[in-house]
T-cell receptor
Framework: DTAVSQTPKYLVTQMGNDKSIKCEQNLGHDTMYWYKQDSKKFLKIMFSYNNKELIINETVPNRFSPKSPDKAHLNLHINSLELGDSAVYFCASSQLRGLAGITDTQYFGPGTRLTVL | AQSVTQLGSHVSVSEGALVLLRCNYSSSVPPYLFWYVQYPNQGLQLLLKYTSAATLVKGINGFEAEFKKSETSFHLTKPSAHMSDAAEYFC???????????FGTGTRLQVFP
């Protein structure tokens, strides 16, 4: 059973389009994350949700909007896609947040490679 | 703000040789440190983590790391490299005053036969 799954695995689209990436975790975790990995492999957090509540919102263009319908799902919607959005997007989850979860392992999904043409 | 620096974006070793991947941290408060591995076209997987319980931490696949406060380091080592160790390795830091895991820029390990 896949712990953290993402769909789609690959996404190729034109500039200006709107697209979504879905993430699901079956670990029973309370906290989920979206990371962006650029072409140089640099990994940076974008958002974090805990029990459907947004707790981290990094300096990300407001074209990016996360949505968490329940604590097992965290989707990422991107409006008006730009060339610079091309990257690999990783979803992750962990059991706890804050001080209680400071040493928690984050479990990563396989990634979604987004290519904007 | 806390950060980690990984010296050497690429490290090449022969199979059977010692693996040493360097990570130095910067933090004004006690850090918690992690090493993650990313195999080609996969997500990240935890190798080991320092939680202040012990300075020498053993992880999966024969890797270990030692927390040295005096050197602000958390270098990753493995006595004998295997071909299957070829991957990207990320050091990361987290502190009690943030929910964020801050990653280094990664080190690509190549293993030659």
């Amino acid at each position: 059973d896949t712990a953290v799954s993402q769909t789609p695995k690959y996404l190729v689209t034109q500039m200006g389009n709107d697209k979504s990436i879905k993430c699901e975790q079956n670990l029973g975790h309370d906290t989920m994350y979206w990371y962006k990995q650029d072409s140089k492999k640099f990994l940076k957090i974008m958002f974090s949700y805990n029990n459907k509540e947004l707790i981290i919102n990094e300096t990300v263009p407001n074209r990016f909007s996360p949505k968490s319908p329940d604590k097992a799902h965290l989707n990422l919607h991107i409006n008006s896609l730009e060339l610079g959005d091309s990257a690999v997007y990783f979803c992750a989850s962990s059991q706890l947040r804050g001080l209680a979860g400071i040493t928690d392992t984050q479990y990563f999904g396989p990634g979604t490679r987004l290519t904007v043409l | 703000a806390q950060s980690v620096t990984q010296l050497g974006s690429h490290v090449s070793v022969s199979e059977g040789a010692l693996v040493l991947l360097r990570c130095n941290y910067s933090s004004s408060v006690p850090p918690y440190l992690f090493w993650y591995v990313q195999y080609p076209n996969q997500g990240l997987q935890l190798l080991l983590k320092y939680t202040s319980a012990a300075t020498l931490v053993k992880g999966i696949n024969g890797f270990e790391a030692e927390f040295k406060k005096s050197e602000t380091s958390f270098h990753l080592t493995k006595p004998s490299a295997h071909m299957s160790d070829a991957a990207e390795y990320f050091c990361a830091v987290r502190t009690y005053n943030t929910d964020k895991l801050i990653f280094g820029t990664g080190t690509r390990l190549q293993v030659f036969p």
